[in-house]
């Protein structure tokens, strides 16, 4: 087996590479933010390698990739396990389901954790002879530490010849996507099941999720990561996570836009832009948050959420679901800005949507969903007519 260095080229979709003690840690954000404001859970989500991916052409005939793991639960109820897809010259050739790992377990009630550890994970992927384009995308609902990547063949490569791994350079539109935890893939059955990754794939497109679960909350570091991203088209996501957090009010989430939007125009003042307001939730719909765990469905295994908000307090400023889509709609409607869309959220998944595929937690869209999603934000953004089809590439 030859060991093969994980570095930047092989890497899509992300900011940049650690080195730790175990392995290749990847980061969704860069260095400059996590220094500067290393808030827990943002941290913890950006470490989830949601969307990225290991892309490489290969004479191999096996591959090896072995990663640690560190997963969450509840007292006697976890969430499936994080699943690596490998796609080999286009077609989905194997789903491999992650074992060991570290789990950490939270008690909601107290907050107190304890952890137990576990073995690092192997997946192995066999070649037919010839050259094959790989690509691996990794577990997203998991933090992943990439301990190596090892590569097969045959004979040793040829002295002076080509490397039995070659990088492959991202192709297609940058498209550089921030939202909730939908769009870090909630309830997706594997990496290539979350509706950006479905879209992107759709369309040929290099995506960059930055979605972070409870964590898209109109942050201004944020916006300015979007601001130096290269991008050709953005999109963003917004709303859930500001009514389940129950961190804002009507009167600052206006200028709170405003200010995001205009940080990712100083670096993008003409990419199309598209802003998407909240999908349907009949958690929020005329209820505020905050949300918690319904500790009823914890006491039987499983996680789903409830809203503990009034109602009553929308008349002050609290925000449900609807007050966020009226909001954002307003921001659009007021900028003189050619290039921003906005996307009413209920028109990719709405309440009749709801009723036919119900969110299995009550907060977040299972696999049918994220894939009707996925097919909805296509034909609105990418397709003739569309938010980037009518705009072109802009850098």
């Known amino acids: 087996m030859h060991t093969i260095d994980i570095t930047d080229p092989l890497v899509h979709g992300h900011a940049d590479l650690e080195q730790t003690a175990e392995g290749v840690r990847i980061h969704r954000l860069p260095a400059w933010l996590r220094r500067l404001w290393p808030e827990p859970r943002l941290m913890a989500m950006e470490q989830q390698p949601a969307g990225v991916r290991l892309v490489l052409d290969t004479d191999a005939r096996a591959l090896e990739l072995t990663m640690r793991s560190t997963r969450a639960a509840f007292p006697g109820a976890e969430r499936p396990r994080g699943v690596l897809?490998?796609?080999?010259?286009?077609?989905?050739?194997?789903?491999?389901?992650?074992?060991?790992?570290?789990?950490?377990?939270?008690?909601?009630?107290?907050?107190?954790?304890?952890?137990?550890?576990?073995?690092?994970?192997?997946?192995?992927?066999?070649?037919?002879?010839?050259?094959?384009?790989?690509?691996?995308?990794?577990?997203?609902?998991?933090?992943?530490?990439?301990?190596?990547?090892?590569?097969?063949?045959?004979?040793?490569?040829?002295?002076?010849?080509?490397?039995?791994?070659?990088?492959?350079?991202?192709?297609?539109?940058?498209?550089?996507?921030?939202?909730?935890?939908?769009?870090?893939?909630?309830?997706?059955?594997?990496?290539?099941?979350?509706?950006?990754?479905?879209a992107a794939r759709a369309v040929g497109a290099d995506l960059r999720n930055l979605g972070f679960g409870g964590s898209a909350l109109v942050d201004a570091p944020v916006a300015q990561v979007i601001r130096d991203a290269p991008a050709d088209v953005i999109s963003l996501k917004l709303g859930i996570n500001l009514v389940g957090g129950d961190i804002m009010r009507r009167r600052a989430l206006v200028p709170a836009m405003h200010g995001f939007l205009d940080t990712i125009r100083q670096g993008h003042p003409n990419t199309p832009l598209v802003l998407v307001s909240p999908l349907h939730c009949g958690l929020f719909e005329g209820t505020p948050g905050p949300s918690a765990l319904d500790p009823q469905a914890l006491a039987r295994g499983?996680?789903?959420?409830?809203?503990?908000?009034?109602?009553?307090?929308?008349?002050?400023?609290?925000?449900?679901?609807?007050?966020?889509?009226?909001?954002?709609?307003?921001?659009?409607?007021?900028?003189?800005?050619?290039?921003?869309?906005?996307?009413?959220?209920?028109?990719?998944?709405?309440?009749?949507?709801?009723?036919?595929?119900?969110?299995?937690?009550?907060?977040?869209?299972?696999?049918?969903?994220?894939?009707?999603?996925?097919?909805?934000?296509?034909?609105?953004?990418?397709?003739?007519?569309?938010?980037?089809?009518?705009?072109?590439?802009?850098?």
């Open 302 to 395: 499983k996680i789903r959420f409830m809203s503990i908000g009034d109602p009553a307090d929308i008349a002050g400023g609290r925000l449900d679901l609807p007050a966020v889509r009226e909001a954002l709609a307003e921001v659009c409607a007021a900028r003189e800005d050619s290039q921003l869309h906005h996307i009413d959220g209920l028109d990719l998944y709405g309440a009749q949507d709801e009723a036919e595929l119900p969110l299995p937690d009550a907060l977040h869209p299972g696999p049918e969903a994220h894939a009707r999603i996925a097919e909805r934000f296509v034909e609105r953004v990418f397709a003739d007519g569309g938010a980037f089809a009518q705009h072109g590439a802009s850098a």
């Open 85 to 198: 897809d490998v796609v080999v010259d286009g077609e989905v050739a194997a789903h491999d389901v992650l074992t060991g790992g570290v789990l950490v377990i939270t008690d909601p009630s107290t907050g107190e954790t304890s952890s137990s550890p576990g073995p690092a994970h192997t997946s192995r992927i066999e070649l037919s002879p010839g050259t094959h384009r790989v690509e691996l995308w990794l577990p997203y609902r998991e933090n992943i530490v990439l301990e190596s990547l090892r590569a097969e063949a045959d004979s040793p490569p040829a002295g002076g010849g080509r490397p039995l791994v070659r990088p492959v350079a991202p192709s297609g539109p940058r498209w550089v996507h921030h939202g909730s935890s939908i769009s870090h893939g909630s309830n997706a059955a594997t990496p290539l099941g979350t509706w950006p990754v479905r």
